[in-house]
């Protein structure tokens, strides 16, 4: 198993940025971030391999960066020039083999 513990959320305002963070237990090949606005399915953010091959939801990319560092078994996310429509909960999700894992979720609120 991958226990998985995010951090970083809170409220910003339009145009703001935030860094969220993601500890797992171990490290994984697939990396990402999703999240789930309310009344919304969970969606794509943004995914990283161990060798730091991303990709980016289009709704995210030229805004956001998905970085690791393999030696803390991090994975952060920076997301800038946030909007409302950004306003979720944001979850970090980890691959081992054919098993996804989950953190808990950090709320992200964009609001004036």
């Known amino acids: 198993q991958v226990q998985l513990v995010e951090s970083g959320g809170g409220l910003v305002q339009p145009g703001g940025s935030l860094r969220l963070s993601c500890v797992a237990s171990?490290?994984?090949?697939?990396m990402g971030w999703y999240r789930q606005a309310p009344g919304k399915e969970r969606e794509l953010v943004a995914t990283i391999t161990s060798g730091g091959s991303t990709n980016y939801a289009a709704s995210v990319k030229g805004r956001t960066t998905i970085s690791r560092d393999n030696a803390k078994n991090t994975v952060y996310l920076q997301m800038n020039s946030l909007k409302p429509e950004d306003t979720a909960v944001y979850y970090c999700?980890?691959?081992?083999?054919?098993?996804?894992?989950w953190g808990q979720g950090t709320q992200v609120t964009v609001s004036s």
């Open positions: 999700k980890s691959r081992l083999g054919i098993y996804d894992y």
């Open positions: 171990l490290n994984t090949y697939l």
